[in-house]
T-cell receptor
Framework: GQNIDQPTEMTATEGAIVQINCTYQTSGFNGLFWYQQHAGEAPTFLSYNVLDGLEEKGRFSSFLSRSKGYSYLLLKELQMKDSASYLC??????????FGKGTRLSVIA | DGGITQSPKYLFRKEGQNVTLSCEQNLNHDAMYWYRQDPGQGLRLIYYSQIVNDFQKGDIAEGYSVSREKKESFPLTVTSAQKNPTAFYLCAIGVPGGDTQYFGPGTRLTVL
C-alpha cells in the first residue's frame, strides 16, 4: 500500500512564501502530483514531478526527491485567493493516483 | 475542467433509494475515475475504467456500481447498500503519458 503524509493546516501572511511538505512511502513510484482545491469546488491540477528536482510554474514551484520520498509545493507572493486545500497525490506503476488528506492553507492579511 | 460534466451539482435522496450520478466527457480520453470526498478524509477511489466495457474496483467500491458502455460516459450508481452515501462525488479523466487527472465539478449528494 501507500502512505502519504502532509500537514493538516498551515497559515501564512499575504505576500509571503509558504512551503507545503509531502512525504510518501510506495513501491514502483511513477509520479507525484499537486492539486489545489478551493472550498466546495473540485481539485485543479497544479504540478507533476516524476524526476528529482524543482519544477517552476509562475508563483508555484514543486520539488521532488525520490530517494527521500519527499516533495514540497512552494507558493511565492501569497495572495488571499491562494487560501485553499493543497492535495499531494502519488502514482505507483500503472495504478490510479492515491491522494493524501490535503493541507488547508489560510492566507491572512 | 472543461469537457468534463457532472450533473446535478446538488442531489438529495431519501434513504433506501438508489441514485445514479452522471459523468460525461468530450475529451476522447480512455481513463475515467470516480472518487468520494468526505471532510478530513481526502479523496478515496471508488471505481475506475481504463477502456470501454471494462472497469475495476477501487478502495471503497462496496455499495456502488458503475458501467462504461460508451467512451464518453461513466455513470456511478449509489445503491441502498452504501451505509454512508452523503458525500462529495468527483469524476475525473486521466490523460495518457503520466495519467494526470482532471476533475469534473462534482456532485454533492445528501441522503435524508
Amino acid at each position: 500500500g501507500q502512505n502519504i503524509d502532509q500537514p493538516t493546516e498551515m497559515t501564512a501572511t499575504e505576500g509571503a512564501i509558504v512551503q507545503i511538505n509531502c512525504t510518501y512511502q510506495t513501491s514502483g513510484f511513477n509520479g507525484l502530483f499537486w492539486y489545489q482545491q478551493h472550498a466546495g469546488e473540485a481539485p485543479t491540477f497544479l504540478s507533476y514531478n516524476v524526476l528529482d528536482g524543482l519544477e517552476e510554474k509562475g508563483r508555484f514551484s514543486s520539488f521532488l526527491s525520490r530517494s527521500k520520498g519527499y516533495s514540497y509545493l512552494l507558493l511565492k507572493e501569497l495572495q488571499m485567493k491562494d487560501s485553499a486545500s493543497y492535495l499531494c497525490a502519488v502514482r505507483s506503476g500503472n495504478t490510479p493516483l492515491v491522494f493524501g488528506k490535503g493541507t488547508r492553507l489560510s492566507v491572512i492579511a | 475542467d472543461g469537457g468534463i460534466t457532472q450533473s446535478p451539482k446538488y442531489l438529495f435522496r431519501k434513504e433506501g433509494q438508489n441514485v445514479t450520478l452522471s459523468c460525461e466527457q468530450n475529451l476522447n480520453h480512455d481513463a475515467m475515475y470516480w472518487y468520494r470526498q468526505d471532510p478530513g478524509q481526502g479523496l478515496r477511489l471508488i471505481y475506475y475504467s481504463q477502456i470501454v466495457n471494462d472497469f475495476q474496483k477501487g478502495d471503497i467500491a462496496e455499495g456502488y456500481s458503475v458501467s462504461r458502455e460508451k467512451k464518453e460516459s461513466f455513470p456511478l450508481t449509489v445503491t441502498s447498500a452504501q451505509k454512508n452515501p452523503t458525500a462529495f462525488y468527483l469524476c475525473a479523466i486521466g490523460v495518457p503519458g503520466g495519467d494526470t487527472q482532471y476533475f469534473g465539478p462534482g456532485t454533492r449528494l445528501t441522503v435524508l
